[in-house]
T-cell receptor, first 113, second 109 residues
């Protein structure tokens, strides 16, 4: 199993540009989520999904969209990038709706200039 | 969010024990977790404790839970240089984890 994969590893955007961060898992996990990590603030939940076709907002959803058309994929879309979205983004998945033993991807480091 | 609090930094000598502390807020949390993050990597689940337990031991790791004070600690025995990393505690709030800000552990040879 590849586990949780994320692409790209690094990205630089200009303010106002849009892009999609990709996340995929091959463990047949129902629950997937996106976090952002900022220095000294731990990880904050952006959006999550409890299964294909179902998504919900986390703690900091503004400026981000998600969709879950398949069990495997959970892309995160930045609609109009802002410097405040400069961060490291982590995708995670777990077997069930509970958060027990989430598996994290390696992260995408995004810089918005 | 900052409902889960940790000290920012801890420095120990190789071979000593490390104790990383955490306070949380949600008394209904079912599980409490410790994650480890090495430089440039994602988070790796180290251990967890169920909320009806006081202590859990897993090789060099000991987790203590004081529900009355909402205090969680992680003790690493015989700390090695490979233990240098950022350690995050997290509480289970239903469909989401709430993380602390992380404690950077530095192990000096």
């Amino acid at each position: 199993n590849a586990g949780v994969t994320q692409t790209p590893k690094f990205q630089v955007l200009k303010t106002g540009q849009s892009m999609t961060l990709q996340c995929a898992q091959d463990m047949n996990h129902e629950y997937m989520s996106w976090y952002r990590q900022d220095p000294g603030m731990g990880l904050r939940l952006i959006h999550y999904s409890v299964g294909a076709g179902i998504t919900d907002q986390g703690e900091v959803p503004n400026g981000y969209n998600v969709s879950r058309s398949t069990t495997e994929d959970f892309p995160l879309r930045l609609l109009s990038a802002a410097p405040s979205q400069t961060s490291v983004y982590f995708c995670a998945s777990s077997y069930s709706q509970g958060t027990y033993e989430q598996y994290f991807g390696p992260g995408t480091r995004l810089t918005v200039t | 969010g900052e409902d889960v609090e940790q000290s920012l930094f801890l420095s120990v000598r190789e071979g000593d024990s490390s104790v990383i502390n955490c306070t949380y807020t949600d008394s209904s949390s079912t599980y409490l977790y410790w994650y480890k993050q090495e430089p440039g990597a994602g988070l790796q689940l180290l251990t967890y404790i169920f909320s009806n337990m006081d202590m859990k031991q897993d090789q060099r790791l000991t987790v203590l839970l004081n529900k009355k004070d909402k205090h969680l600690s992680l003790r690493i025995a015989d700390t090695q240089t490979g233990d240098s990393a950022i350690y995050f505690c997290a509480e289970d709030a239903g469909n989401m984890l709430t993380f602390g800000g992380g404690t950077r552990l530095m192990v000096k040879p």
